[in-house]
C-alpha cells in the first residue's frame, strides 16, 4: 500500500515541509513520483522515515544519518542498533533523574538523605561538573572551579540549603518575568542576572569570559540544566541566554 505526503507526514507525525526536506537533500526520496508530481511513499519507505526519526532523537545530524542508512542494509539489525542506543540513553538519564532528585531532596531539607550521602552526593556532583568544565573550556577553566570548592570549605548542610533556598526564589521570579515575555536580554531579564552573577561571585571568582562559558554549561550540562527545568522546563535556555547576554553587556566579554 501506498501513501501520500500527506499521509505519510500524519501517520509519522512530522510536517509535510520536514518530507519534502528529506526528498530534496537525497535522504528519504519518495517511493515515486507520478506525472501530476504527488509523492508517493511504500513501506521500505516507511521503515527508512522510522530509522530517520529514531535517530533524530538521539540527535544525529541529518548528513550523519544519510551515512549510517547507507552503511546499514540490513533493517533488522539496524534497529536492534538503535534500540541499544535508546536504552543506553535512557539507563543515563535514569541515573541523571535519580542524582538530580537525591541532590534536590538534600537541599529542601529531606532528613531521609542522610548527612552522610547528602556529602558524598555534593562531592561527586563537584567532581563532575569540573570535569564537564575542564573537557569543555581546558584545565584552567577546570583548575579554577577549585575556588568554589575552597570559598565553602567548612559549610555545614544548613548552608548548603539556605544558598539552595535563596537560588530557588532567584530562578522562580526568572521563570515569572520568562512568562510574562521577557526576553534575555532585556533591562528586566539582566537586572536579574545581576542577581544570579552576584550569587555565582560568592562561590566562584568568576570573569567575564568565565560567566559567559557558564551560560552554555547551564544548558548543556544534564544535571544543571534538569534542576533549573525542575522550577520551569523552559527557564534553562532563557537563564543560557541571559546569562550570556549580561557577560557581553554588562561584563565586557567579546565572543
Known amino acids: 500500500m501506498e501513501r501520500t505526503v500527506s499521509e505519510v507526514a500524519k501517520l509519522a507525525g512530522v510536517s509535510v515541509r520536514t518530507l519534502r526536506h528529506y526528498d530534496a537533500i537525497g535522504l528519504l526520496p ?3 513520483v507520478a506525472p ?9 519507505e516507511l521503515l527508512r522515515l522510522q530509522r530517520i ?7 544525529v545530524p541529518l548528513p550523519s544519518i544519510g551515512r549510517i542508512l547507507a552503511e546499514q542494509d540490513d533493517e533488522m539489525a539496524a534497529l536492534r542498533d538503535h534500540r541499544e542506543q535508546l536504552l543506553r540513553e535512557r539507563r543515563r538519564l535514569d541515573a541523571v533523574i535519580g542524582s538530580v532528585e537525591r541532590t534536590l531532596q538534600g537541599l529542601s531539607g529531606d532528613q531521609s538523605v542522610g548527612d552522610e550521602e547528602f556529602f558524598a552526593g555534593l562531592s561527586v556532583k563537584r567532581s563532575e561538573l569540573q570535569q564537564d568544565l575542564t573537557e569543555r573550556f581546558g584545565p584552567g577553566v577546570g583548575a579554577s572551579f577549585e575556588e568554589a570548592v575552597r570559598a565553602t570549605k567548612g559549610w555545614v548542610r544548613e548552608d548548603y540549603e539556605r544558598m539552595a533556598d535563596e537560588g530557588r526564589r532567584l530562578l522562580l521570579r526568572m521563570a515569572a518575568a520568562r512568562a510574562r515575555g521577557v526576553v534575555p536580554d532585556s533591562p528586566e531579564a539582566l537586572e ?11 562561590l566562584w571568582p568568576a570573569d567575564a569570559t568565565g560567566y559567559y562559558n557558564l551560560g552554555g554549561v547551564l544548558l548543556d550540562n544534564a544535571d544543571q540544566r534538569a534542576m533549573i527545568a525542575s522550577v ?3 527557564l534553562p535556555p532563557w537563564l ?9 553587556r554588562k561584563l565586557g566579554y567579546r565572543p
Open 30 to 32: 519518495p517511493g515515486h
Open 36 to 44: 501530476n508530481g504527488y509523492r508517493y511513499y511504500g513501506r521500505a
Open 53 to 59: 526519526l529514531l535517530l533524530r532523537e538521539l540527535d
Open 192 to 202: 536579574l542576572t545581576e542577581l544570579h552573577y552576584q550569587g555565582v561571585l560568592e
Open 232 to 234: 520551569d522546563p523552559e
Open 240 to 248: 543560557s541566554a541571559a546569562v550570556q547576554a549580561y557577560a557581553v
